[in-house]
């Protein structure tokens, strides 16, 4: 029957017609092809005219942003990462992993909705690619972060295309079947991307052999993208005690402890196990600690990190200038807390607590079960400058060229 049909095409005609019937196969072919997704429309009003618009898009994984769009105000209905399917992908999302999506909105309240065509049929309508279950509605002029889940099944890996609709009215983003539903007020943008499969099912983490008695004991997911499930049962007794990517746990009495870590994608489950000897500390800790920065302007930040040996659980920061003959010392920290243990700090201006323009002294003592430390003091260790400020008082700035102040940071 095909070849009959083709003769009656191809073997009959002239060299042209035979081209002409050849060139339209080939059009036709690649408009099925090229299908174009749904666009919705409105109902009411277009966004511009009310603030109802989805602004910055940041999506992250573990911490770590993979993609980040800022505020652009109001476009209706757009493509935002490229204009074409198969253009470069924005960003890379794998099956079976979680992530982040922080997403902020206009002057008016917003209910978010969010798709991802995971089997590229150039539509959202599967089952599993409504990702925004149980959102709720987020407040005007803010952001809000939303979590969501890639599923496993039904996936084509490779460039798609993933949609966030934003409308004042619930029902049009709060439904798996409402991606092409008109709007009420609000936009819709389409964002370009790459979804991937893990190829590999291996858990696994890093851990230390052996550790002091009450302190921290870091274990650190060799997987940190990926999967979608992570189970830590500590002591291997059959419960779960987290379900982070890493976790950290602290031991307060000496032995041998045993951790296993359940991981899941797409491929299924593995487990690993590891143990750590728990002992007890023979000596005082030796204080000692490193700083982010040695010179920071005002206003800004720093952290200290502790170094300290000998199985430290309690700590006490401070702060004081060698040119202050009052020699007034500022207390940063004091007690057993991890934040006391690494704490940041903040300089300000002329404000009891905090330190000031100049160079600063920090020190340390640290202590475990046994005793206290020496005191460690790095003197002139950390300098904060005063960068960009200018002191006014009053008057107008006519006097000066263009109303403008100029100082070098």
């Known amino acids: 029957m095909k070849q009959n049909f083709t003769s009656s095409i191809l073997g009959k005609e002239s060299p042209y017609q035979r081209t002409y019937?050849?060139?339209?196969?080939?059009?036709?072919?690649?408009?099925?092809?090229?299908?174009?997704?749904?666009?919705?429309?409105?109902?009411?009003?277009?966004?511009?005219?009310?603030?109802m618009s989805i602004e910055s898009v940041a999506i992250s994984s573990n911490g770590t942003t993979i993609y980040s769009k800022a505020a652009d105000g109001c476009n209706g209905s757009t493509t935002v990462s490229s204009t074409l399917i198969t253009s470069t992908s924005a960003f890379t999302l794998n099956g079976g992993s979680n992530y982040e999506i922080s997403i902020g909105c206009g002057r008016f309240p917003m209910n978010m909705g969010v798709w991802i065509d995971l089997n590229n049929d150039q539509d959202f309508d599967d089952a599993g690619e409504y990702v925004s279950s149980n959102w709720t509605q987020q407040a005007a002029n803010t952001t809000k972060t939303y979590k969501f889940t890639v599923g496993c099944n039904n996936i084509k890996t490779g460039v798609t295309r993933m949609r966030i609709k934003g409308d004042y009215y619930?029902?049009?983003?709060?439904?798996?079947?409402?991606?092409?539903?008109?709007?009420?007020?609000?936009?819709?943008?389409?964002?370009?991307?790459?979804?991937?499969?893990?190829?590999?099912?291996?858990?696994?983490?890093f851990m230390v052999d052996t550790a002091f008695v009450k302190t921290k004991v870091s274990m650190v997911n060799n997987?940190?993208?990926?999967?979608?499930?992570?189970?830590?049962?500590?002591?291997?007794?059959g419960s779960i005690d987290y379900t982070t990517t890493n976790a950290t746990v602290k031991f307060t009495s000496t032995g041998k402890y045993c951790v296993r870590l359940f991981s899941e994608n797409c491929l299924g489950r593995d487990s690993a196990l590891s143990c750590v000897e728990v002992v007890t500390p023979t000596a005082p800790p030796v204080a000692d600690f490193v700083a982010s920065a040695n010179a920071i302007e005002l206003y800004n930040t720093?952290?200290?990190?502790?170094?300290?040996?000998?199985?430290?659980?309690?700590?006490?920061?401070?702060m004081y200038q060698q040119a202050d003959s009052a020699g007034t010392r500022i207390d940063i920290a004091a007690g057993g807390s991890d934040a006391d243990q690494n704490p940041t700090v903040?300089?300000?201006?002329?404000?009891?607590?905090?330190?000031?323009?100049?160079?600063?002294?920090?020190?340390?003592?640290?202590s475990n079960d046994i005793g206290a430390s020496v005191t460690l003091i790095k003197k002139d260790y950390i300098e904060i400058l005063k960068g960009c400020d200018v002191e006014m008082g009053p008057g107008t700035l006519t006097a000066i060229a263009g109303n403008v102040i100029t100082c070098t940071a």
């Open 170 to 205: 619930l029902g049009n983003t709060h439904s798996s079947g409402s991606s092409c539903t008109n709007l009420s007020y609000g936009e819709e943008e389409d964002y370009t991307m790459t979804l991937a499969v893990s190829g590999t099912l291996a858990a696994g983490f």
């Open 346 to 366: 903040f300089s300000a201006k002329g404000i009891p607590g905090f330190p000031d323009v100049g160079k600063w002294c920090v020190g340390l003592t640290s």
């Open 21 to 51: 019937f050849l060139l339209a196969f080939l059009i036709i072919g690649a408009l099925s092809a090229s299908a174009q997704y749904c666009t919705s429309g409105w109902t009411n009003a277009y966004c511009s005219l009310n603030g």
């Open 302 to 318: 720093f952290d200290l990190t502790d170094l300290s040996t000998n199985g430290a659980i309690y700590w006490e920061w401070f």
């Open 223 to 237: 997987n940190q993208t990926g999967y979608q499930y992570h189970g830590w049962d500590i002591g291997d007794d």
